[in-house]
C-alpha cells in the first residue's frame, strides 16, 4: 500500500539552526500537507501546498518557515532558525484532491536544544 | 475562535465491550468530519469519515455519529482489542475552504485484557 514517508525520523539540533524535515509524498497525490504536534497536545495545521505554491497557512507558520518541492518526489519543510518551542512531531501528509483523505507520515520529532 | 474539543481524555475499556468517544465541535460551517488513530510513535491514522448531510456511518468494527443539532460527534467501536488502545482524534472541515484540518484534542483508549 504507498504511504508517505518521512526523514529523518527524529533530529535533535541547537536553538538558532537551520532544519530540513523531507517527506515523499504518495506519488499520484497533488496536494500537501505539514502538521505538528507539540507532546501531548492535538495536531495543528501549518501549511498546504498544491501546484508549487502554497495555498493555506496557519499562524504558526511565519517567516521562519518555509515549503518547497524542489523535485518530483520531495516535499520539504524547513525551520530557518529553530527555536525551543519549535521542538515537537512534524507529520507530513498529502491527498489526491483537495478534498480527499489526508494520508499522513509517521512523523520526524525534532527537538530543540 | 471555533474549535473542535473532546470530552474525555482518557478512556478505559475491558477487552470486548463497546467503546465510545465524544467529541464537539463549535464550527456549525464545517461539513465534513472524520476520525483518527494514533498509536504511539506513528502519524494519525484514518478511520472513518462523515460528511455533513448524514447522521450516521458505519465501517468494520466502527460508527460514526453525527449530531447537528447540538455539534457532537461520537465513534463508537465495537468488541474493542488490544489492538485499538490509542489516541483517537476527531477532525472537522470546511470542504469549500480546502484540505485544512482543525483537529481535536484526543481521547486516550486504554484496552484492558
Known amino acids: 500500500e504507498p504511504e508517505v514517508t518521512q526523514t529523518p525520523s527524529h533530529q535533535v539540533t541547537q536553538m538558532g539552526q537551520e532544519v530540513i524535515l523531507r517527506c515523499v509524498p504518495i506519488?499520484?497525490?497533488?496536494?500537501f500537507y505539514w502538521y505538528r504536534q507539540i507532546l501531548g497536545q492535538k495536531v495543528e495545521f501549518l501549511v498546504s501546498?498544491?501546484?508549487?505554491?502554497?495555498?493555506?497557512k496557519s499562524e504558526i507558520f511565519d517567516d521562519q518557515f518555509s515549503v518547497e518541492r524542489p523535485d518530483g518526489s520531495n516535499f520539504t519543510l524547513k525551520i530557518r532558525s529553530t527555536k525551543l518551542e519549535d521542538s515537537a512531531m512534524y507529520f507530513c501528509?498529502?491527498?489526491?484532491?483537495?478534498?480527499?483523505?489526508?494520508?499522513f507520515g509517521e512523523g520526524s520529532r525534532l527537538t530543540v536544544l | 475562535g471555533e474549535s473542535v474539543g473532546l470530552h474525555l481524555p482518557t478512556l478505559s475499556v475491558q477487552e470486548g465491550d463497546n467503546s465510545i468517544i465524544n467529541c464537539a465541535y463549535s464550527?456549525?460551517?464545517?461539513?465534513?468530519f472524520i476520525w483518527y488513530k494514533q498509536e504511539s510513535g506513528k502519524g494519525p491514522q484514518f478511520i472513518i469519515d462523515i460528511r455533513s448531510n448524514m447522521d450516521k456511518r458505519q465501517g468494520q468494527r466502527v460508527t460514526v455519529l453525527l449530531n447537528k443539532t447540538v455539534k457532537h460527534l461520537s465513534l463508537q467501536i465495537a468488541a474493542t482489542q488490544p489492538g485499538d488502545s490509542a489516541v483517537y482524534f476527531c477532525a472537522e472541515k470546511l470542504r469549500a475552504a480546502g484540505n485544512k484540518l482543525t483537529f481535536g484534542g484526543g481521547t486516550r483508549v486504554l484496552v484492558k485484557p
Open positions: 501546498f498544491y501546484n508549487n505554491e502554497i495555498s493555506e
Open positions: 464550527n456549525s460551517a464545517s461539513d465534513y
Open positions: 506519488s499520484n497525490h497533488l496536494y
Open positions: 501528509a498529502s491527498s489526491p484532491d483537495v478534498t480527499g483523505e489526508l494520508f
